[in-house]
């Protein structure tokens, strides 16, 4: 199985951007999807985008669609969420995730959560004036 690990995590004011890193090794990007997660406190986990192997099929949440985008660097390993207008209710740790099924290739939605096989541990976005 892949280790993930994210990255790019921290301190933003409303209205700003940061771009969150999710560097996959022990396995190609080539065999898996990638979806982010985020989980505010108090909150369940919730599906924020996710990524298909080509890169040309990229599912949003409503509550991101429009700010948010993800996209793949094959030479590096490693995909990106890179999150543009945020807001307090962002806040939250963000996890990637390796799909192995490539769902999103054929399908409306990402994988459901018990669906991807390997985590990372998390990046803390705190979006706050």
């Known amino acids: 199985q892949p280790q993930l690990a994210e990255s790019g995590g921290g301190l933003v004011q409303p209205g700003g951007s940061l771009r969150l890193s999710c560097v996959v090794s022990?396995?190609?990007?080539?065999?898996?999807?990638i979806g982010w997660f985020r989980q505010a406190p108090g909150k369940e986990r919730e599906g924020v985008s996710c990524?298909?192997?080509?890169?040309?099929?990229?599912y949003y949440a409503d509550a991101v669609k429009g700010r948010f985008t993800s996209y793949r660097d094959k030479a590096k390993n490693t995909v990106y969420l890179h999150m543009d207008s945020l807001k307090p209710e962002d806040t939250a740790v963000y996890y990637c995730?390796?799909?192995?099924?490539?769902?999103?290739?054929?399908?409306?939605?990402?994988?459901?959560?018990?669906?991807?096989?390997?985590w990372g541990k998390g990046t803390q976005v705190t979006v706050s004036s």
């Open positions: 995730a390796a799909d192995p099924d490539d769902v999103v290739s054929y399908s409306s939605t990402c994988a459901l959560e018990y669906e991807y096989n390997s």
């Open positions: 022990g396995f190609s990007l080539d065999y898996y999807a």
């Open positions: 990524i298909n192997i080509s890169g040309g099929r990229i």
